[in-house]
């Protein structure tokens, strides 16, 4: 299956995105992870037939599905992204059969009721919401599942304040690089209040889905209302909106900290590595002194490395 629709530009989908450089500095999603997803899947008899990966990038996570599922359908909305994938899905071993769409997430490219699993990674906020869940439900089986996972790009430094200090000051030039520019930035505006809500902004209608959705929060504590904000200026300040939560009152709330399959152990010099993954990102020439105060900051003791976590948010939920 091959489906092409309007392209919508990103960083990510610029061909000199490095995804290599992305993997590299940006979180591994654990295994832990997919266990969790998997036994929540078991539990509500969910079919192993197929799965879409929506938003899927260079096809981290269908590469994972594949081992699962007979069939999986990868879309992202950038020709680059799904270039990648293809090039990866195809090196491996497997006899999982995949097929592509150059689809936006909100897009109905797969028929109504056929697949068993739909998953949306660190991609939702990107996209017109309410849309792209529509889309996703009308995909789902019956007693298929949902799966939604985003984390917040300001990573938290749990033991030293004053790296930590340091590093907000870099996310403050990043949310008020989006704040003054004209235009939507590459979309930046929307999804900026989105990620900041982590998934809470997320509807998940009675009527589409069975009660009791799994909202999982992995290494929120100590990271105030707001954990997945990407700048407390930009809260304090109400440079963006925020929106309402529509966690609902039969959903399962779970907290939870795993900061060794969240985190690391970094040096100074790992900072502007991984902030240049983030986008869209301001021009990092013009953060030489903030960086330099960060590096300062985190390598103060030699040799010594600094610890970091993602603060984390995961939606499972069945479709009726």
């Not at 304090?236 to 907290?255: A, I, T």
């Amino acid at each position: 299956m091959g489906t092409k629709q309007e392209t919508r530009e990103y960083g990510f989908s610029s061909p000199t995105f490095s995804w290599s450089e992305y993997t590299k500095y940006r979180p591994a999603y654990p295994a832990a992870l997919y266990d969790l997803i998997f036994e929540y899947h078991r539990e509500h008899r969910g079919g192993l037939h197929s799965a879409h990966d929506v938003g899927s990038g260079a096809g981290i996570v269908a590469a994972v599905l594949s081992s699962h599922f007979e069939k999986v359908h990868v879309s992202d909305p950038s020709a680059h992204n799904l270039a990648q994938a293809r090039s990866m899905l195809g090196d491996m071993k497997t006899e999982c059969e995949f097929s592509f769409s150059q689809t936006p997430a909100e897009e109905r490219v797969l028929p109504d009721a056929t697949v068993d699993m739909v998953t949306i990674f660190e991609a939702l906020h990107w996209t017109d919401a309410p849309k792209a869940m529509a889309s996703a439900a009308a995909s789902l089986k019956p007693g298929g599942t949902l799966a939604l996972l985003h984390y917040t790009p300001r990573v938290f430094v749990p033991n030293s304040p004053r790296a930590y200090a340091s590093w907000n000051k870099l996310m403050d030039a990043y949310s008020r690089n989006i704040y003054e520019a004209s235009g939507e930035l590459m979309d930046g505006r929307r999804a900026y209040p989105q990620g900041d809500s982590g998934l809470d902004y997320v509807v998940l209608s009675p009527d589409v889905f069975e009660n009791g959705a799994k909202r999982i929060y992995i290494n929120t504590a100590g990271r105030g209302p707001r954990p997945f904000a990407k700048s407390q200026t930009a809260v304090d300040e109400g440079w963006f909106p925020v929106l309402d939560s529509q966690v609902g009152k039969d959903d399962v709330v779970e907290k939870r900290q795993d900061q060794d399959d969240w985190g690391r152990s970094v040096d100074g010099e790992w900072f502007k590595s991984y902030f240049e993954t983030i986008q869209p990102t301001p021009d990092v020439s013009r953060l030489r002194d903030e960086f330099a105060e960060l590096r300062a900051a985190v390598d103060a003791e030699p040799g010594k490395l600094t610890q970091i976590c993602w603060s984390v948010a995961l939606v499972l939920a069945t479709k009726r």
